[in-house]
C-alpha cells in the first residue's frame, strides 16, 4: 500500500523513542511500476547521474502512540522512489539542519542527482539503507553531506509526499562555530534566517511548508 499525501505521525520524539523492524520478503511492485523504474534510472544513466539501483526501505506500516513511533521498513528497489505517479512508500529521511543561531542550511543540488537537481534543498537527505535505523540515516546523512556532526538531534514528523515518497524529517541544531564542508550533491550553500520570511524569494514553496511542520 501507499499513504495519501500528508502528515502520517507528527512529534516531536526523541531519537530512542523511534525504533524500527524489519521484515525480510522484498517487496513486489506491480508490473508497470517496475517498468517505470526501469526507465526513470536509464533516464538518468543518460544525463550522466552515477546513481546505482539497488536496494532501499520502503515503509510497509507505522504506529504512533504513547509518545513513541514504530515503523515497519521492508526492502525495495531504490529506483521506485523515481516513479513519478507512485514512489511505493519508498522510505527518505530528511534532516533539516540549524545553527546556533537558529538559521537554516540550504544547499542546491548539483544538475547530475537523482533527485531536486538544481534545486535548493534544506539539511540532508536520502535513502535508508537495507537493515538500517531511519533514526541513525539521518545522522549519516548530514555527516556524508556536509561532515558535521549535530550537538542535538530529534524526530519531527513522518509523512507522505503527493508522489507517494514516504519521508522522515529530523531536525539537528548544530553546536556553537560548526563549520560545514558541502559534499559533490551540491554546488552552492547557504545559511537562511531564522525567520523564513526573510528567505530568498525563490525559496521552494515546498521548503516552506516544510518548515511550518517543524514550527
Do not use: F
Request: hydrophobic share 45%.
Amino acid at each position: 500500500m501507499s499513504y495519501p499525501p500528508g502528515i502520517l505521525a507528527r512529534g516531536p520524539w526523541n531519537t530512542d523513542q523511534v525504533a524500527s523492524r524489519w521484515r525480510e520478503e522484498e517487496y513486489e511492485p506491480p508490473a508497470a511500476r517496475s517498468e517505470a523504474a526501469d526507465a526513470a534510472i536509464a533516464a538518468l544513466a543518460d544525463r550522466g547521474s552515477p546513481a546505482h539501483d539497488g536496494l532501499a526501505a520502503r515503509l510497509a506500516g507505522y504506529e504512533a502512540d504513547d509518545g513513541r513511533l514504530e515503523l515497519e521498513l521492508q526492502p525495495m528497489r531504490w529506483s521506485l522512489r523515481l516513479v513519478r505517479e507512485d514512489a511505493s512508500a519508498s522510505l527518505a529521511a530528511l534532516c533539516v539542519t540549524r545553527d546556533a543561531d537558529g538559521r537554516w542550511l540550504a544547499g542546491r543540488r548539483a544538475p547530475w542527482v537523482a533527485s531536486w537537481a538544481g534545486r535548493w534543498a534544506l539539511g540532508a537527505g536520502g535513502a535508508v539503507e537495507v537493515g538500517e535505523d531511519p533514526v541513525e540515516t539521518l545522522g549519516r546523512e548530514l555527516e556524508e553531506e556536509w561532515s558535521v556532526t549535530p550537538e542535538r538531534l530529534s524526530v519531527e514528523a513522518l509523512v507522505s509526499l503527493p508522489n507517494r515518497l514516504a519521508m522522515l524529517i529530523g531536525l539537528a541544531w548544530l553546536p556553537a562555530g560548526a563549520k560545514v564542508t558541502p559534499d559533490a550533491e551540491h554546488d552552492q550553500h547557504a545559511w537562511w534566517p531564522a525567520d523564513p520570511g526573510a528567505w530568498p524569494k525563490d525559496a521552494d514553496p515546498a521548503l516552506r511548508r516544510m518548515v511550518s511542520i517543524l514550527a
